[in-house]
Each structure stands twice: as C-alpha cells, then as structure tokens.
C-alpha cells in the first residue's frame, strides 16, 4: 500500500476543465484507490493505492480522468512520503518571508535542464525570486499590485516542462492528509 498527492494542472479556473472534487472523489473510491481525500476545488487529492508502482497509478489515473472527466492535462503524482519533506528543501531565507510576499510552489513533470534553470533566474529581482530544486520550483513574490513575471504559464514558458503551482498554505495543508 503507498499513499499518493495527485495535483491537477487547470482545474475549475476560469470555468474551464470543471470537475467537481465529491464525484472525483467517487471515481478513485470505485476504482479501487483507498483513503481518498480532496482539498479545495483547484485539484489536490491524496490517496492510497495497492498498486505501489507510480508509473502503474499515474497510468491508471490519467485515463480515469480521460475516462470520467475528459481530462487530458498533464498531472503531477508525487508518492506522499516525499510530499511530506518538500517544505524541508524549502530555501532558508524563504522561511522569514513575511506579507506582501507571498511563497508559492510549482511542481513539475520532469526536472527542467540546466539551461533553462539558469534562465529562470535571470529574472529574480526585489519582486520576485524563483528557486529550482529536482523537479520543484520555488518561489515569492511581492503582492503588491506591481506588474509580475510569476504564473504557472510562465514558469512552463521558462523551463519548457509542465508544471503546477501550490501556494505554501496548499502544500502545508496536503502535509497533514
């Protein structure tokens, strides 16, 4: 038995790719997943599976939510043991972050290349600042109103992989599942 976060990538934004998180719920009960628990409706889902393979789960939930859903977007399934020690490969200065900065996480579907990483940092200033570590992107920024390169479109843009972002108070809560 392993337990598993399953992120979705563009769920219920703008009134585009609507899942409801009660029936995505239903779906992995009756397909067999355990301890199937959901947060908010932006797509975070935590759950346990027989099958301990990732490669077998990720399979298998990518065409449940073709199946269920039509959902085709790419998706981040991260074994929940790991999940729990991402706030530990946090940066230390990100710990004294404080209002209107705010820390948000972008997790992606494979560890971008060095080149691009090196990119992505040319754009950290006094508004915003981005740290890669493996396949996770941290990173603040100043709400402030003022004109902002950070989104999750971006990052993709910058690292040419897919990705999905959390916001820390996301990624702490999913923690305690």
Known sequence: MQKFVLLLRAVNVGGRNIIKMQQLKTVFTNAGFLNVQT???????????????????????????????????PIVLIPFSFFTNILDLLPPSYLTIEAPRKIYISFLTEKPAQDHIETLYNYNNTKENFEVKENIVFSWCVKDGSKLNFSNAFIERILKVSATTRNLNTVKKLTTY
């Open 39 to 73: 947060y908010i409706q932006s797509g975070n889902i935590v759950f346990e599976s027989k099958d301990t393979a990732i490669s077998q789960v990720n399979k298998q939930v990518k065409n449940l939510l073709k199946e269920h859903f039509n959902y085709e977007l």
